[in-house]
T-cell receptor, first 113, second 119 residues
Framework: SQQGEEDPQALSIQEGENATMNCSYK?????LQWYRQNSGRGLVHLIL?????REKHSGRLRVTLDTSKKSSSLLITASRAADTASYFC?????????????FGQGTTLQVKP | GAGVSQSPRYKVAKRGQDVALRCDPI?????LFWYQQALGQGPEFLTY????????KSGLPSDRFFAERPEGSVSTLKIQRTQQEDSAVYLC?????????????????FGAGTRLSVL
């Protein structure tokens, strides 16, 4: 079964606007990652945040992590049409784990030119 | 190769047929994962290899599913007597590090997947 929920399930914005998507998870984690998936393609890693970090930036991406609430958010600033894709959070859960990632259900983002 | 390669990209099988899906990971990557992705859902873990050892197969949905990585490189996921509920995209991912290094990083590199349709 999947780790948790993402919201919104779908998001449609205009180019240049910011997009925020949220992820909740259930168990303790070592790190949380965000991946992007274009239609019919594999997943591409975007950013990783460790459990002892609260915020991380990479280019136009900003990720926050609140382990007390078991939640994370991904902010994409100044969106572009090329950002249109599905976005998934994935957790690497706890000690003893073999490294499998547990994914959320994803947010489908459409950026209109 | 430059990335993770999966073949075939598309597979149509009649119910009851056996299928074999291939994954070529990034050269030198220790870890290899198989995931199943149903339409509109996130990927779900099937099984994990560290080199040639299958360390976790807890996600395999039934004994009809079998995976191997005999030389610690190419992996094959085999599904016997396919059922309609097996229809999904099967994703393979590889990672440079093994389980013991996992706490530092576990960035996985995914192939484009094999879309299996069982009629």
């Amino acid at each position: 079964s999947q780790q948790g929920e993402e919201d919104p399930q779908a998001l449609s914005i205009q180019e240049g606007e910011n997009a925020t998507m949220n992820c909740s998870y259930k168990t303790s984690i070592n790190n949380l990652q965000w991946y992007r998936q274009n239609s019919g393609r594999g997943l591409v890693h975007l950013i990783l945040i460790r459990s002892n970090e609260r915020e991380k930036h990479s280019g136009r991406l900003r990720v926050t992590l609140d382990t007390s609430k078991k939640s994370s958010s991904l902010l994409i600033t100044a969106s572009r049409a090329a950002d249109t894709a599905s976005y998934f959070c994935a957790t690497d859960a706890g000690s003893g784990n073999t490294g499998k990632l547990i994914f959320g259900q994803g947010t489908t983002l459409q950026v209109k030119p | 190769g430059a990335g993770v390669s999966q073949s075939p990209r598309y597979k149509v099988a009649k119910r009851g047929q056996d299928v074999a899906l291939r994954c070529d990971p990034i050269s030198g990557h220790v870890s290899l994962f198989w995931y199943q992705q149903a339409l509109g859902q996130g990927p779900e873990f099937l099984t994990y290899f560290q080199n040639e050892a299958q360390l976790d197969k807890s996600g395999l949905p039934s004994d009809r599913f079998f995976a191997e990585r005999p030389e610690g490189s190419v992996s094959t996921l085999k599904i016997q007597r396919t059922q309609q509920e097996d229809s999904a995209v099967y994703l393979c991912a590889s990672s440079l590090v093994g389980a013991s290094d996992r706490i530092a990083k576990n960035i996985q590199y995914f192939g484009a997947g094999t879309r299996l349709s069982v009629l």
